[in-house]
């Protein structure tokens, strides 16, 4: 089997650095981008297997980049991991809306982003 490749769009180095090496040491390609105004340029230009998308991100929501992702053909049915530090219920409701796959809040264990993660591409 190929490496599977996760781009993680997220601009918190520690939630970076936690992702990058819980997946990595599972075998996984975790490439990063901290920009919401370039993301979905990011996500078309690496063609991952998974994105594991923040909500608040500089210069353009999670929610606005998910939206972006669902409409486009190429990126319709990736699968999408949504991180948030603001877990209310409408923000689910909104993401569910759009279209993620799965939603998760902040601070997450490594064995639940694993096993999401697992999961989301099988």
Excluded: C
Excluded at 58 to 74: K, T
């Amino acid at each position: 089997m190929s490496e599977r490749r996760v781009l993680l769009i997220e601009d918190e180095p520690n939630i970076i650095e936690a992702i990058r090496f819980i997946l990595a040491r599972d075998g996984w390609r975790v490439d990063t981008h901290s920009d919401g105004q370039t993301a979905v340029v990011a996500v078309r230009d690496r063609a991952p297997d998974l994105v594991i998308l923040d909500v608040m991100l500089p210069n353009r929501s999670g929610y606005d980049i998910l939206q972006d992702l669902r409409s486009e053909d190429a990126t319709k049915t990736l699968p999408i991991l949504m991180l948030t530090a603001r877990g209310q219920k409408k923000d689910r409701k909104l993401a569910e809306k759009l279209g993620v796959n799965r939603f998760m809040t902040k601070p997450f264990s490594n064995e639940e982003i694993l096993a999401t993660v697992r999961e989301l591409v099988r």
